[in-house]
């Protein structure tokens, strides 16, 4: 999958930063284009539904919504190893990421996608549906707090398996904390956009979804109810385990 040139809409903050987009949007972490190619020609395994879903996301008006595509093998990777059953994502866009979960899932396996806006997801259902796994997916319309708030009511703490949060940064404390009441011990949750573009190194930073993002990072670090390990992939995921 050539990724090189796939330039993103830059959002525009009040700081003057930029993120999903501006150059940058594909391996943050990453120092060159080309090594960057070379990742992901060797670690994302082409899949038709995966790649028709991606190219799909592409002509969206707000397509640098859509993570990379190494995101991919690192969330499936996760899925296998926590034998995942049960999974809530946090920000769906056109289920680009909650298709590559839901491919791993095992039969009876369940993904409760979020997102306050039906839109974007409306894309990604015919092809959830074509790759075998719309009746794993479970889509919540509505504000995602609301939504995890529900599902711990419905569900119970310590019922699920694995998260995924990626949606409004300003939110990411209160998605971690509903997330981790909703794990099992040994579940792990993935946290997107934890190096924002490399904004999170600006120390006056005003925006809410830089500060948002700055502050989770130094609470996880801070945090012995878990495990952790940031990695450089996308636009930077930490694994967090639940001890
Ligand atoms: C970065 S996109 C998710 C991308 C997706 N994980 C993927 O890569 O395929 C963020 C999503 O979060 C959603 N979102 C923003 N604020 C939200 C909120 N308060 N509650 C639920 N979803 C929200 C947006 O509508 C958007 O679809």
New binding site residues.
Partial sequence: MAVQGQQTPAVSHSDGSSN?GGGLKYGTGMGSPDLYQYLVEHSYRPNQHLDALHEE?MKQGRRG???PPD?IPLLQMMVKLTQAKKIV??????????LGMALMLPEGGVLHA????AE?PAVGQPIWKAAGVADKISLHI????D?LADLLAAEGEGTFDMG?I???KA?YDSYYELILKLLRPGGVVLV??VLWNGSVLKTTAVDADTRGIQAINDKIFKDDRVDICMLPVSDGVTIVRKK
């Fill in positions: 999903y996301s919504m859509c993570s995101s994502e946090v920000g769906v866009f056109t289920g680009y990421t909650a979020c997102d306050i806006s974007y509505g504000p995602a707090t939504t995924f990626d949606a409004d939110n997107d956009n």
